[in-house]
C-alpha cells in the first residue's frame, strides 16, 4: 500500500492545529507591537519581505549602521517578549 | 551575548551581509563557539516562527520591483542565501563536541608554535575584513599622539605608535579588532601602496623570534616582546614586513 502524502498531510490538518497556529500567530503580532515603531519596521522588512539592510536602509531613511544595531536589539526584545508572553500563557493554565 | 566577536559580526552574518572572506572566517568561529552557535539556533528559529505564522500578505512581486527601481536598486540584488536552518546548527555543535574530544585524545597539549601559527592565519582574515570599505572605524592620522590618544580607554594595555615615514613605513591610523574573542589593537602603515597591518595585544608567553607564514596571498611576521605579541600583515615583500619588524623591535 503506498504512502498517500496528500492524504497525510492533510489529515495533520484539524481543528486543534488550526487553535494553535491562530494562538502562535496572535502572540507573535502581539510581541511584535511591543517594539519600538522603528525596530518594528526593520523586523517586518528583514524578516518578512527579505529586503537587504541597504534597501531597508533607503526604505527607512537611516544608516545601514543604524539598520544593524536596530535590527539586533529589535530580535533581542522580540524573544524577550516572547518568552514573557509564554510564561503568562503557562501561569494562567 | 558572551563573544565579542559575535556581538560583532553575528547579525550580518546571520542575514547573508557578510562578504565571502569574513562569512567564511565566521563559519570557522561557529565551529568553536557554542554561544554563537546557540545564538543563531535562536535566531533561525524566530525566523521561520515569524514567516510561518503569516502575519501579513508580502508585497506582489509587481510592487516589490517598482520599489527596488524607485530607491535606485535596480534590479532585485542577490542575496546571499539565509544560513542553513536548524539542523545545520544542531550539526555544527555536535561536530564542536566531536572536534574537542578527539582533539584532547590525540592532543591534549596542542602545541604553542601550531597555536601561534593558527592565529596568525586567523589575523590575515581580519586583516582581509580591514580592507573592505565601510565595515571598519578607527582612526585615520599619520601623527603619533593621536593615534595613540585614540587608542586610550580603548585598550587596557600601552602600545608602540611610532611613525617610521623616514624609513618607508609610515603611519595611517590604527583600528581595533576581535579576533579568536581577544581584543587587538591594529596600526596601520603604507609601505609604496602596500598596507600593513600591524595587529598588537597582550601575552603572558616568554618572547620569540619572528615566525613567518602566507596565507591566501598575504604574508605574515608575528613575534612576541616584551609581554606584548605583533603580528604584521600584507601583501607587500616578506623581507619589507621583516624590515618593519626590526623597526618596531628595536
Known amino acids: 500500500m503506498e504512502f498517500d502524502e496528500k492524504l497525510h498531510l492533510e489529515s495533520c490538518v484539524t481543528p486543534e492545529t488550526i487553535a494553535v497556529a491562530g494562538d502562535d500567530r496572535k502572540c507573535l503580532t502581539l510581541a511584535l507591537e511591543t517594539l519600538p515603531p522603528r525596530f518594528r519596521e526593520v523586523i517586518v522588512l528583514r524578516e518578512l519581505e527579505g529586503y537587504s539592510y541597504k534597501e531597508i536602509a533607503a526604505i527607512a531613511a537611516i544608516p545601514v549602521g543604524t539598520v544593524m544595531s536596530s535590527l539586533s536589539r529589535a530580535r533581542r526584545q522580540l524573544c524577550f517578549a516572547l518568552a514573557n508572553s509564554e510564561r503568562e500563557t503557562h501561569r494562567e493554565m | ?250
Open chain 2, 1 to 250: 551575548m558572551k563573544c565579542d566577536f559575535g556581538d560583532f559580526f553575528l547579525h550580518s552574518y546571520f542575514d547573508g551581509e557578510l562578504s565571502v572572506g569574513p562569512a567564511a572566517e565566521f563559519d570557522r568561529h561557529v565551529l568553536h563557539c557554542a554561544d554563537c552557535a546557540e545564538e543563531l539556533v535562536s535566531l533561525d528559529f524566530l525566523r521561520v516562527r515569524l514567516q510561518l505564522a503569516e502575519l501579513h500578505e508580502p508585497a506582489p512581486a509587481s510592487l516589490r520591483r517598482r520599489i527596488r527601481v524607485d530607491l535606485g536598486f535596480g534590479a532585485p540584488p542577490r542575496v546571499p542565501a539565509c544560513p542553513p536552518l536548524l539542523w545545520h546548527w544542531l550539526a555544527a555543535a555536535a561536530t564542536l563536541l566531536l572536534i574537542v574530544i578527539v582533539g584532547w585524545r590525540v592532543n591534549p597539549e596542542p602545541s604553542r608554535d601550531d597555536y601561534q601559527a593558527e592565529l596568525a592565519e586567523e589575523i590575515v582574515d581580519a586583516h582581509l575584513r580591514s580592507l573592505q570599505p565601510g565595515l571598519m572605524t578607527g582612526i585615520a592620522s599619520n601623527d603619533e599622539h593621536a593615534v595613540k590618544g585614540w587608542f586610550d580607554g580603548k585598550v587596557k594595555f600601552a602600545l608602540p605608535v611610532r611613525d617610521f615615514g623616514n624609513d618607508g613605513f609610515t603611519l595611517q591610523g590604527g583600528h581595533l579588532n576581535i579576533v579568536e574573542g581577544r581584543t587587538m589593537a591594529a596600526l596601520v602603515y603604507d609601505q609604496g601602496g602596500h598596507l600593513i597591518n600591524v595587529f598588537i595585544w597582550p601575552t603572558r608567553e616568554p618572547d620569540t623570534s619572528p615566525r613567518r607564514g602566507s596565507r591566501k596571498g598575504y604574508q605574515w611576521v608575528d613575534w612576541r616582546r616584551r609581554k606584548m605579541e605583533f603580528c604584521a600583515v600584507s601583501d607587500a615583500d616578506p623581507l619589507e614586513l621583516d624590515r618593519l619588524h626590526q623597526l618596531i623591535a628595536e
